[in-house]
Nanobody
Framework: QLQLEESGGGLVQPGGSLRLACRIS???????????TGWFRRAPGKEREPVSC????????TYEDSVKGRFAISTDDASNTVYLDLISLRPDDTGTYYC?????????????????WGRGIQVTVSS
């Protein structure tokens, strides 16, 4: 059973940075290359929205417009871990961040359909 576990969230001041990690287990390193991995977030009172996606095989990354230039997604294939580096954080980045993955070659445009999800981790940007 494929499982995802997020870590690295917390409270940070505006302008600060965080590194979120998503450890994926239950799948081999070679199999995981056939999956895309994404990060979503749900801000208080809002619907969940896609933030970023990475495809290892297609060598593609995508970002939601409001995080372009501030967030960066990357992978450590040796440990089946996907990172999301967040810099220049703003209060409207506050929310629960979810890691998700699914079998696909390309990242979707928009929400897409992801099969496996982590439980989420809280990021709070506040002074």
């Amino acid at each position: 059973q494929l499982q995802l576990e997020e870590s690295g969230g917390g409270l940070v001041q505006p302008g600060g940075s965080l590194r979120l990690a998503c450890r994926i287990s239950g799948v081999s390193q070679s199999e995981l290359r056939n999956y895309i991995t994404g990060w979503f977030r749900r801000a208080p009172g809002k619907e969940r929205e896609p933030v970023s996606c990475i495809s290892r095989r297609a060598k593609e990354t995508t970002y939601e417009d409001s995080v372009k230039g501030r967030f960066a997604i990357s992978t450590d294939d040796a440990s089946n871990t996907v990172y999301l580096d967040l810099i220049s954080l703003r209060p409207d980045d506050t929310g629960t961040y979810y890691c998700t993955t699914t079998l696909s070659y390309l990242c979707p445009r928009g929400q897409g359909t992801y099969r496996y999800w982590g439980r989420g981790i809280q990021v709070t940007v506040s002074s």
